[in-house]
């Protein structure tokens, strides 16, 4: 998921880096073979694809012009097949490190109720767990407008259907975190309902273009969950 808006472009308060952040997090897409690897991480080999079972199909072929054909016409680009500027802009924007290929989720779930818990483990150190817990809450309402779901924080022993939690680096759950400016967060689908925000990115509360927006990633996670 590239956090963009329906027509491609940056959503706003989610893209922009100050100085500081460009200086740490260069371009990791300039090449084809950067961009083979970038369309295979995320799902745009058909031939690695959940669900595919290789021994019935041994001659599975998925070309790299396809894949970028896909990769462009998901992401609403000029489908060129070529590895064009777009197409290396828009693979170097922050983004969450799962995958985009709708074939790929055909698997998981719904959420089998209405009203949602969530659970904050831990929280943003410049912002303290209330200021944390209010974006969060701000975060699910923006998801409930468009969705018949309500959502709330678990009170004591009570279930949570999602766990949020902060993390830098590799954290266990096998889609390790890249440092500042990279990849900002990830959520796993129904019903297992983590959702893991990099520690180390520069998180704001302001729209101003500066850093991060820590309810605009949020929002965009949740509805991935």
Known sequence: MLFTSSNGKPVKGTTKKTSKETARKAP?????????KYLEKFG?????RPGKKKDKEPLCQSSFQTMIEHFQTVFHLP????LDEKTIKLMNR???????YPMA???FRPWPNTTLKWRLNNEIPKFG????????????????????????EAIGDEKAEF?????????DDGYPFDGAGGTLAHAFFPTDGKVHFDLTEEWTDKYDGFGFNFRLV????????
């Open 44 to 48: 745009y080999n058909q031939c690695e």
């Open 28 to 36: 990791t897409v300039k090449t084809n073979v950067d961009a083979l």
């Open 129 to 152: 767990k209330e200021k944390t817990r209010a974006l969060i809450q701000e975060a699910f309402n923006d998801w409930a407008r468009y969705a018949p779901l309500k959502f709330r």
């Open 79 to 82: 489908v060129t097949g070529k």
């Open 163 to 171: 766990s949020i939690s902060l993390h830098g680096g590799d954290h």
């Open 94 to 100: 922050p983004r969450c490190s799962l995958g985009d």
């Open 218 to 225: 949020a929002s965009r996670n949740f509805n991935g969950a």
């Open 105 to 107: 989720y055909s698997a």
